[in-house]
């Protein structure tokens, strides 16, 4: 399985960008995916996840409300829809499969596989 993650950019704060994630394999729509970022000298952290089918989503706190993960399984690819963009959001953000078919954890011993990773910077 392999996951490349992109969309990343330079954006104003305020304003709104999407990522997106392709991944490679079978049995796409059977794992929940996730996205994780890591801010310059911090540690990764959990961003959200979705199920399997993209029913059901799950966002950490300092994003909930402005962040938004979507997924099509017909072209294997999941997305992360972000708006009122901070500088705080500044960071490498992560796609990344679940072990499993849902998953809301923010560990990332809980998923499998992990994309290159794509940059957002957010300026004030």
């Known amino acids: 399985v392999q996951l490349q993650a992109s969309g990343g950019g330079l954006v104003q704060a305020g304003g709104s960008l999407r990522l997106s994630c392709a991944a490679s394999?079978?049995?796409?729509?059977?794992?929940?995916m996730g996205w994780f970022r890591q801010a310059p000298g911090k540690e990764r952290e959990f961003v959200g996840s979705t199920t399997g089918s993209g029913g059901r989503s799950y966002y950490a706190d300092s994003v909930k409300g402005r962040f938004t993960i979507d997924r099509d399984n017909a072209k294997n690819t999941v997305y992360l829809q972000m708006s009122s963009l901070k500088p705080e959001d500044t960071a490498v953000y992560y796609c990344?499969?679940?072990?499993?078919?849902?998953?809301?954890?923010?560990?990332?011993?809980?998923?499998?596989?992990w994309g290159q990773g794509t940059l957002v910077t957010v300026s004030s």
């Open positions: 990344t499969r679940g072990r499993t078919y849902w998953t809301n954890s923010p560990l990332s011993a809980e998923y499998e596989y």
């Open positions: 394999g079978r049995a796409f729509s059977s794992y929940a």
